[in-house]
Structures are given as structure tokens and as C-alpha cells.
């Protein structure tokens, strides 16, 4: 059973295949963590909390002769607020007597078959697996709030899900001012936090540090999962490797305000509390309403964080993204924006598309610029419809050229948001979130539009819809560009504002759910600016996102590997784009900007008809290489390569089988040296005692060569130069 109550110990045992996580009620009631890691087969392990008397840190009235027992310092699961625990708390709660203390304590469970969904927000779908879902009720007696905790396990995924609905149990109102969604104690450990930072052109670069006593926070209050912290943090071993120590994942599947803190305590201990950010949040709460969290995606690794990364990836790809993408090819698309902005016209587009499918490329894409007054990023968002001055004959002409040619076609939009001078903002200027009586910011020269108002979710889903309905129109580029602020909606009243920013996720999400039900061939393409919105909950709707803006090949090495910590390759979105490049200005051999974007759900976005014979046939041939490789890269186990002593001067990259069948390497130099020294690269996953041919060549070596040998590559010539090698086994 994945999930056990012994009822004689009060404990909670939930069990995945390499992991158990224990929870213990106390005499008191209280709900305490006893215990997350490698398998402990259903020992008690509250035997692991020793009482200690610690100076300034009180007891609750029951344990007052107790005085080693310190809510400040027990582990508790989920803790309350105001009663003694200076730690960082799960919730803040303001009753109708203005009271902000909140003691949780045990009040019930059930264990169910299956897991259920959570009203409006997007949670990790149980498909065929084997899932048991287990909801603890705590509850503060005095006020009547209560915490139904909820943790999902899927046993053969060694993922546990878990989320919190809080519930006005009292005959009053109340307002919820801070609302995680889960919260972890560890007493014991060197810890070292990983998150993934960046900015717009950068998203999503490694940071590890060593914790100490003090509070960590990763959090963004863009109204966006942001470029700048990305919702996924990883708390591992000190000494922790890719192939070994203990690593915890902890991925909130959120697209807007998050937060993640992490806090050392006076004893060492680690607690985290992760879930929506709680600045400039509340939420009433009347008396039977409830309350529901965004969920977040726990994983437990006992072997290092290459393993830890292998239970996101396949979690993301077979239980958040929809089912039908997994086997799914997704298409080798030719994206215009790089190659003529707002600068085109029907017949570019379809030269582009026409020079692109006689290559092979399958989908053209049309991004920014082919609607209402938009010559230029000024003006014309929320206008959804096409300028046939720009386009003449609309869409259908371009459509109908394009599937000629026997190519998909995939249009950009950006629904959320809305310029000054569009129609849409002079008809209803109260549709942008911004304060009365004061300016809005303006970023981009755009605003943003209240998605916490039903009517402007729906009369957004009538413009798609016309769209959509109006062409062949197989894929949509889903866009957002810029930070939320003004965060005020004249549709709600004053004493719910600090709703608004959950209700703007909420409906969002709302319309992207509709969508997907009214067309279920359409694949969405999720896009802030780049990766943004590079998250799980939009992963939900959108198989696949565009992972940066920035489509330099050698910056995409950083950001494409910061983001496989949690993400597959499957979902990043990832393009040979021209030379110099727009971002970087750096000239990167066409070779190497080909086995970048290969690790992705590949495409172009260049000027295709301004070049060579050569490159064009260059491109035809890395055509017919990715759709050979396709099932391997989409389906293999990703594993980074490069870490050690030489990883400033290359990176490098696997994709193993499964079955350990073939082995795909990718490796790109980033520094070219004089006399440099050759790169040794070990190869994982295969089978050690079967022998490997080096495709191309006569070469064959066994797996157990190339894992504990190495395998020996110099590309000491020319800058950026890069190489795949491909090894099949042959016995
Ligand atoms: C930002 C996106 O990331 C780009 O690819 C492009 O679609 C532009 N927006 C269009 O405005």
C-alpha cells in the first residue's frame, strides 16, 4: 500500500518505490514530520526528535511541564501561526475578531483510490497510474479554519503531490493572508539549496548555494512565474552530485505569484514553506467557502540529481502535459519573427514557408504583427483580427498555401494584454487592471488585462475562436510580455483586490482549459518573452514552450541545461536562428546552432530564402538527422555531461535509450584554447557488457568502455565548433 495510518502509533506512512515519507500525531494532536528519504520500510522514526529545552523558545499550554517540546523547534508538517513558532509559517489568517493566531491541530483523514483534481487550477493529471490520495484535516478550534492537507502518491514515479484547501469552518468571515501550499521540516543535514535564476535572455542559470542559519527566498511577484526565479527548487546534500547524495525536488505548478522559503534554523534544522507569494495577497474567506492551493510536485532522489531531473522529466511528460503529446512528433516548425519582425506581407510569409517545406520543415508559424494596427510593438494588442492591408485575403490565403505545400500552419497571439491605442482598450478601458485615478505602468507600451473578470475571459475566447475558426489553424504561439503591476480589477470590490492576482492566474487558466476542449487538435505553444512562463502549470495546457528569447546557441548551453533540472527536453522550445546572431551578435557555425536546438522540440526562425545553396542543403540534411534521432531525444533519459574541470570550455549532453540501445552525445565548445586538452567523455546508461558501434565509422566498444573509460573527442578547431556521436548496440 502506498499510503498507511497505523492507528496505534498515529502514523502516516506514504511509500513510493525509492522513497517514504512518515508523519506522526503527537499526544497533543499535533500533526508532526517525522521522516522524507530513502525507504525506512514503516519504522517509527519520531524516535529521531530529542527533547530540548531551548531558552526564548516557549510550549504550548499542554507541554508546559514539557519544556523540551517547542513548537519553535518540533517538525512539524504544517504549521499554524502566532503560537510559538518562529519559523517561517504555512499560513496567516486575520479572524473576524482580528485575531491572526491559527494552532492547527489533527482533526481527521481518508485515504482514497485516485486522485482528484483541483477546482480552476491546473494539477498533475493520475492518468493510468497507480495513484492513492490521502487528505489530512488539521483544524484551529478557536476560529474554525481548516487545513485539509492532500498528498497524492504515485508509487512506480516516486513523485508525491500535494496541495492545501483551506476551509471556513466557523459561522464568520475571515481573510487569508498567506495561504502554501506545502511546507517541509528536515532536523538534520548539510544542505545546499539549488534554484534557477536569470532574466529576460537568460532564464533558468544554476544557482547552488550552502545554506545557513537565515531565510532564503525564491519568489516572483511579476503576476508571472517570472524569467527572474523560476517556481522549482531543488534542497540536496552538501556533497551532492549528479550521480550521488540526497536531493528533494520541490516544483510549484503555478504560472503567477510564488514563493519558495527556506530557513536554517537555531538548530540546524531546515524548513520549507512553498506555495503562492503572500505579498499583496488576501483572500476572504466567508464562513463554508474554501480555499484551494496551486499544487506542488515533490520528488526524492537518493542518487544525485541526474536521477532527480529523470523523476521531473518523466512525471512532466506523461502526467502534466496532456497524454496525447507523449508519442506525439511534434512538428520541425519555421518561426517568422527573427527573420522579418513586423516587417512582412502575405507573399514573404509564403516565400518563407515555400523555401522552408521544399527543406522539410513541417509547420510555418506567423508571430507578432498580423493583426489590427501593429506595424510596430506600440499598438494594436487585443485587436484580434487580421490586417488584411498587411495580409490581403486574410488568413485563409496564407492557410491555404501553406497546407498546399502539405505544411501545418501556426498563428502567434497575446491574449492578455492590451496597447493604449487598440480598439479593444478605447470601447473598454476598464478592462485593463490599473488603478483608478493613477497612470499605469507601462512596459513594452502595454497593459495588461484583468483576467479575474469573466467577461473579458470570454470575450477573449470569441476572438480566438473567430481565428481559429476562420483558417487551417493547427498550433497557436501563446505570448506574454511584461510583468504585471496596477494589480487592481474595477470588477471586483476594494476589500477583494488582493484576490486579484490568483483570480488573473485563475482565469487564464480558464481560457486556456476552454480552448483546449473546444479544439482538442490545436497544440498550444506557452511563450513569456521567452521562458517566463516556463512552468508546470502551463506546461498543462502547452506541451511545449519557447524556452528564451535568446537564441544564441552558446547561451542557449546554459539555459537549456538549467532548465533539464526539472524540465524535459520535450518541453523547451528551441531554434536555429541567424547569424550574427540578433541577441549576442556571435557567429556560430550553422552545425552547431543545429545540435543545439535539436535538444528541443526543434525549429527555425531565420530569413530561410536569403540563404545559400549550402546552407539550405545543410539544413535539409539536419532535417532528416532530427527526424531520425526524433524518438531517442524526445524519449530518451537526458543525462548533463559536463561538470568537472573542463565545463567553462565545453558542454556536453546525452540521450540513452531507455532500454540502454543506443546513446546519443551532443558536445559544443565554448572556448577555443591553443594545445588544448581533449575531452573525455564518460557515457551513462548503457548496458556495460554489450558492445556499441560509433555509427559512421567501424568502431565498436563496450558499454562498460564508454561509461567507465570514457570516450575521447577533440574539437580543439574553430570556434563553436560541436559534434554528435551516435552509438548503437550491436549485440
Ligand atoms: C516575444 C517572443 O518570445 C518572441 O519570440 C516573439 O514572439 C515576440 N514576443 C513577438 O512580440
Known sequence: MAITYDESKKIFTLTTNNSEYQMKVDDIGLLLHTYYGKPV??????????????????????????????????????????MGDYRISSVAVKAKNGSRTCDFRYKSHSIKEGKPSIPGLPSVRPCDDEVSTLVITLEDRLTGLEAELFYSVFMDKDIITRHTRFVNASDNGMILEKAASMMLDLQYGEWDEIHFAGRHCMERSVQRNRLSQDIRVISSKRGMSSHHQNPFVILCDHTATEESGSCFGMMLMYSGNHKTEIEQDQAG?????????????????????????????????????????????????????????????RPVLINNWEATYFDFNSDKIIDIAKTASELGVEMMVLDDGWFGKRDDDNSGLGDWLVNERKLPGGLRRITDEVTKMGMKFGLWFEPEMVNEDSGLFRTHPEWALRDPGRNPNLSRNQMVLDMSNSEVVDYLFDCMKKVLDSADISYIKWDFNRSV?????????????GEVAHRFMLGTYSLLDRLTKAYPDLMIEGCAGGGGRFDAGMMYFCPQIWCSDDTDAIERLEIQEGTSFGYPVSTMGSHVSAVPNHQTGRTTPLSTRGVVAMSGTFGYELDITKLTDEEKSTIKEQIKTFNRLYPLIQKGTYYRLSQGDQS????????????????????????????ARIKN????????????????????????????????????SGDYSSAQLHFIKTT
Open 648 to 675: 567553462e570550455i565545453y558542454k556536453a549532453w546525452e540521450f540513452v535509450a531507455p532500454d540502454g540501445s543506443e546513446a546519443l552525445i551532443n558536445i559544443v565548445l565554448k572556448k577555443s584554447q591553443a594545445n
Open 681 to 716: 567523455v564518460h557515457l551513462k546508461g548503457l548496458c556495460a557488457d554489450a558492445m556499441y558501434r560509433l555509427e559512421g565509422t567501424e568502431q565498436v566498444l563496450s558499454g562498460a568502455a564508454l561509461m567507465y573509460g570514457g570516450y575521447a573527442i577533440n574539437l580543439s
Open 41 to 82: 520500510y514503516g519504522t517509527d522514526m519520531s524516535y529521531q526528535i530529542v527533547p530540548v529545552d531551548r531558552g526564548f523558545s516557549g510550549n504550548l499550554y499542554e507541554y508546559r511541564m514539557d519544556r523540551g517540546r517547542s513548537i519553535d523547534t518540533l517538525p512539524q508538517e504544517f504549521s499554524g501561526c502566532g
Open 485 to 497: 503591476c496596477n494589480v487592481y480589477s474595477n470588477a471586483l470590490e476594494p476589500s477583494r483586490q
Open 269 to 329: 534544522a531546515v524548513r520549507i514553506v512553498s506555495g503562492i507569494n503572500d505579498e499583496n495577497f488576501s483572500w476572504n474567506l466567508k464562513s463554508g467557502e474554501s480555499f484551494d492551493t496551486p499544487e506542488v510536485i515533490m520528488a526524492y532522489s537518493a542518487i544525485g540529481l541526474s536521477a532527480l531531473s529523470h523523476l521531473y522529466h518523466r512525471i512532466i511528460r506523461e502526467n502534466v502535459c496532456d497524454r496525447k503529446y507523449l508519442d506525439m512528433k
